[in-house]
C-alpha cells in the first residue's frame, strides 16, 4: 500500500475522522479508506448515529466496540465486519460503547468487482461478510486487524483482503461515465436524456445500471441531488428555495423526497440533532463522491 495520505476532520469532543488514499491498482474501484474513533468520555447510552444515503457502498470494521441497528423501535446487533449496501432511506444505529470503525468506502461502482453477487442484492442491507465471503477468511481478517495497533497495519490487511477478491470483470466504461454525469448534474438529470446522451435505450441503460451500481440512474440521481442541498443547507437554511433552484416540480414532491432520505421533514430537519455524515456535508462541505468538478 502507498503512504496513505489522510484528511482529518475534528468536531466538539474527542470525534476524530481519518481518510486514506487506497493502493494506486485500486484507486479506480475505491475512493478511500476510512477511520472513526471516539473515547469513553463521548459514550452516551442514549445516542443514535444516523447514516443517510449517500450514493456508494461500504465494508465496515468494528476494531472498537459493536453498534447495533434500529429496526421498529428495536436495536439488533450488527457484525463486527459487514458490507452494506447502497442506502435509499436513513438508518439509525447506536453504539455499544467506544467507537473505533475500519471503513472501505467504494466508488458507485466499485464494489460490483469484488463482490460474488450483483451489488443490488445489498440495497439497504448490512451483511455479515462470512454470509458473502468465506467465514474462514473473514475470520482471519477480524482477527488481525483487532490485534494490529496502528490503523495503516489494519488498513494493509483489508487492502490485501480486497486484492485477494478483485474480479478482474471487463470496465463498463459507459455505467462509470453516466455516474460522472450524474453527479457533475448534481443530480438534475432525466433518464431520457442520460438514455440519448449515452445512446442507450433506457431499458438498457436501467438494467446495465442497477447491474453495476445497485440503483437505478433515477434513485442515484436523487441521492446525488438530496446531499448536493445539504451541501448549501449551511449557507441557505430555506429549503423551500433550494427546492425550487433544483428544480423540483413542487414543495410536496421534495418534502416527500427529503423525508425518505433525511428521516425527517424539510421542518423537523431544522431543529433535530444532526448526525456525523450529516455535519461532514453540511459544516465541512464534504464531497463523499470526490467527483472533480468544474471549474
Same mark, same amino acid.
Given at each position: ?49 444516523? %447514516?443517510?444515503?449517500?450514493? #456508494? ?39 455499544? /460503547? ?29 451483511? +455479515? ?14 482477527? /488481525? ?44 438529470? =432525466? ?17 446495465? #445500471?442497477?447491474? *453495476? *451500481? ?23 437554511? +430555506?429549503?423551500?428555495?433550494?427546492? &425550487?433552484?433544483?428544480?423540483?416540480? +413542487?414543495?410536496? &414532491? ?32 464534504? +464531497?463523499?463522491? &470526490? %467527483?472533480?468538478? =468544474?471549474?
Amino acid at each position: 500500500m502507498q503512504n496513505a495520505g489522510k484528511t482529518d476532520l475534528r468536531f466538539p469532543k474527542m470525534i476524530e475522522y481519518l481518510e486514506y488514499k487506497p493502493n494506486q491498482s485500486l484507486q479506480k474501484y475505491i475512493d478511500c479508506y476510512w477511520t472513526l474513533e471516539t473515547t469513553a468520555e463521548d459514550i452516551n447510552p442514549e445516542y443514535e448515529e444516523r %447514516v443517510i444515503p449517500l450514493g #456508494f457502498p461500504e465494508i465496515i470494521i468494528h476494531f472498537g466496540d459493536l453498534y447495533t441497528l434500529k429496526k421498529n423501535s428495536k436495536y439488533y446487533p450488527l457484525p463486527r465486519t459487514l458490507f452494506t449496501g447502497q442506502l435509499t432511506s436513513s438508518k439509525s444505529f447506536k453504539p455499544l /460503547g467506544i467507537t473505533g470503525i475500519l471503513g472501505v468506502k467504494f466508488k458507485p461502482f466499485g464494489a460490483y468487482y469484488f463482490l460474488p453477487e450483483p451489488p443490488q442484492k445489498y440495497v439497504d442491507r448490512s451483511t +455479515d461478510l462470512r454470509q458473502i465471503f468465506e467465514p474462514k477468511t473473514i475470520n482471519l481478517l477480524e482477527c /488481525g486487524i483487532l490485534k494490529s495497533k496502528l490503523h495503516l497495519e489494519k488498513i494493509k490487511l483489508i487492502e490485501n483482503f480486497l486484492l485477494n477478491h478483485f474480479q478482474n470483470f471487463s470496465t463498463n466504461i459507459q455505467i462509470e461515465n453516466i455516474v460522472t454525469t450524474i453527479v457533475t448534474q448534481k443530480g438534475n438529470i =432525466d433518464i431520457k436524456s442520460l438514455s440519448s446522451q449515452f445512446n442507450s435505450s433506457q431499458s438498457k441503460l436501467e438494467r446495465n #445500471f442497477k447491474k *453495476i *451500481i445497485g440503483l437505478t440512474p433515477k434513485k442515484f440521481a436523487q441521492i446525488i441531488r438530496f446531499n448536493e442541498i445539504l451541501k448549501e443547507y449551511k449557507s441557505n437554511k +430555506d429549503l423551500q428555495s433550494l427546492a &425550487h433552484k433544483y428544480e423540483y416540480y +413542487d414543495y410536496s &414532491h421534495f418534502t416527500k423526497e427529503f423525508s425518505s432520505f433525511s428521516g425527517f421533514s424539510p421542518n423537523q430537519f431544522k431543529t433535530v440533532e444532526k448526525s456525523l455524515t450529516e455535519k461532514l456535508t453540511i459544516e465541512e462541505n464534504a +464531497d463523499f463522491l &470526490h %467527483v472533480k468538478k =468544474d471549474k
